[in-house]
């Protein structure tokens, strides 16, 4: 690796950083609590919030990519800071906004959150890659580590960030705009430091997804990877979002925000120990054995009702479910269905970003006891797909390996 792209690179890192406070920080029960009392709604009301995010990325998804080809990673990561302090700073003035459509604002703004989370990943992901080009599989790798190291250290920030207004409500504002700020800051420096393709752009025309599900032939197979894509994202996004609400409720946790730093450490751990292991152990075996793993967790917490339950159901979730799982979906898939293998993975990323907005959604109307019982349901889908997946593993890789 080149060492003046270095501070590139820890700018790259440090989108994602904040990222990893941003994408979680509207699952924290004190501060939907906060929003809430704010917006004069329920707290499982501002999921909907979280499933703007999901939305924005679905609008996003189509142009996203080409335009990170065409104009370079530096402006795809440069639109994406700016939307997410847009984003950041708006759920601010949102919260000042109160009942007089504050609402409405912080939904606008999760929608550029999630168009903005389009564009980073349109822009970094491969930026990173381009820039520790030895090791494109530790660059990525780095990217889920900052955002695993925010999100543990979220719960102790909180503590650190919230106010009371003149009115006598609880604020976490300073979080928001503070974060928002450091974005706005990113956003300034992507333009001072050289990247490895700030002279490229994309030559010639790639075909785009619509043009090539016209000529794709789907198997069963292929299905069931696109439909686990959204279960296993269901499996994460409804934890992440509702189990502490579940905890405040059922198992008398008046603040269940440490839940978020164990959920943190089993997906850091997993970074590791799943690297480890899919050197001896097939990815395939994965996309079975961890939904088995969490769908045991989900069961043991909706029946137990403890604290105890809650923290290890947080670590382990954290660990099967949120670490690499959805990642690992994406390599089976570029080895079982080597040409259509852009399209089947652009689709499990289409039917992520599907599953975080419709399942978010419909969780927003539902009581914490519920969404736990909708969580286990989907991850069942999930484990039945893995299972018929892995039954055909042989004879897809036999399919496969003649396709070549």
Request: net charge positive; charged share 10%; hydrophobic share 55%.
């Amino acid at each position: 690796m080149n060492k003046k792209y270095l501070p590139s690179a820890l700018i790259m890192y440090l989108n994602y950083f904040i990222h990893g406070v941003g994408c979680s920080i509207l699952g924290q029960a004190v501060i939907k609590e906060a929003l809430a009392a704010a917006w004069g709604v329920e707290a499982m009301a501002i999921t909907a919030i979280s499933a703007a995010l999901g939305l924005g990325r679905l609008i996003a998804l189509p142009f996203a990519g080409p335009l990170s080809d065409k104009l370079g990673r530096r402006i795809s990561t440069a639109i994406g800071s700016a939307s997410y302090a847009v984003y950041l700073i708006g759920l601010a003035f949102a919260f000042s906004a109160g009942q007089n459509g504050g609402y409405q604002i912080a939904y606008v703004c999760a929608i550029i959150g999630g168009i903005s989370n389009s564009f980073l990943d349109t822009g970094i992901y491969p930026a990173v890659a381009e820039i520790i080009s030895s090791a494109p599989g530790v660059a990525t790798m780095g990217i889920k580590f900052f955002i695993a190291i925010a999100q543990m250290l979220l719960p102790f920030v909180l503590g650190v960030a919230v106010t009371t207004t003149a009115t006598g409500m609880v604020s976490y504002n300073p979080l928001f705009i503070g974060c928002g700020i450091i974005y706005a800051v990113l956003f300034v420096l992507i333009f001072l430091f050289p990247l490895p393709d700030s002279e490229q752009k994309a030559e010639g025309k790639s075909e785009g997804l619509i043009a090539s599900l016209k000529h794709t032939n789907f198997s069963f197979e292929s299905i069931a990877m696109i439909v686990i894509g959204f279960t296993c994202t269901g499996t994460f996004q409804l934890w992440l979002n509702c189990a502490q609400n579940f905890a405040k409720e059922n198992a008398g946790w008046a603040n269940p925000s440490i839940m978020q730093t164990y959920y943190s450490a089993g997906t850091l751990m997993a970074l590791v120990v799943t690297s480890l292991l899919t050197r001896k152990i097939k990815d395939v075996r994965f996309i079975l054995v961890y939904p088995v793993i969490c769908l045991v967790t989900l069961v043991a917490v909706l029946i137990g009702h403890s604290q105890t339950l809650m923290i290890a159901g947080a670590f382990i979730i954290g660990w099967a479910g949120a670490g690499g799982l959805l990642q690992i979906v994406s390599s089976v898939c570029n080895m079982l269905f080597p040409k259509i293998k852009g399209t089947v993975t652009a689709l499990v990323m289409i039917a992520s970003s599907l599953c975080n907005y419709t399942i978010l959604t419909a969780a927003s109307k539902m009581a914490p006891s519920h969404v736990m019982i909708m969580n286990i349901v989907l991850t069942a889908i999930g484990v039945l797909l893995g299972l018929f997946v892995n039954a055909r593993y042989a004879k897809m890789v036999s399919l496969a390996e003649s396709d070549e």
